[in-house]
């Protein structure tokens, strides 16, 4: 269908406005927004694993409530990063391995590992049980790295 002089000239203003998006460039802006979302998640999450990781080296009390608080927190976000790994993703921003795309099943493992392990997590804070939190720490930050050397560029 032929767009009108007039129709042109709104359709320019609604793309001008990002209120119109063409489907290719509408694409773009989903892997986009998927890589950022991920690596957020991430970004996070880091934060308040190091919090954890300070806590077990005495850098910051062993309190059974403000350390359960951040170990809920790595928890919830524990769930987040991986909604944005989404086909075409491989591309753009990030560092992740294509890898991801081609060995699922590992990945989606390691992810399930964190996941469980974050819950143990605040199990053990809640019963104020240091000596199982520091290793059920050491036993999830193996799981980061894991991930990261299979998955993730240098
Ligand atoms: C199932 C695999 C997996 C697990 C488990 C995992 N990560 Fe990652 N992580 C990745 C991948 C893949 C990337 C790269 C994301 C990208 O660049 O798009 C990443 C990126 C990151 C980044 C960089 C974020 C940025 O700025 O781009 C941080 C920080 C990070 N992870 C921390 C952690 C921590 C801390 C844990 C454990 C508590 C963890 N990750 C567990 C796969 C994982």
Redesign the pocket.
Known sequence: MMLRAFDKRWVLVLLAAGMLIPPALAQDRRTEQA?KH??AA??L??TY?NRLVQTAEGQRPFDARLTTADARV?AQLSQLPWEGFIEGSERGD???RED?WLDDDK?KA??AD?QRQSLTLVTVTEAGDLKRFKATLVE??N??SA??KA??KD
């Open positions: 890589i991920r690596r991430f970004t999450m880091a694993v790595v990030t560092r992740a991801i990945f390691y992810a964190l999830m930050r799981t980061c991930c990261h998955y993730r």
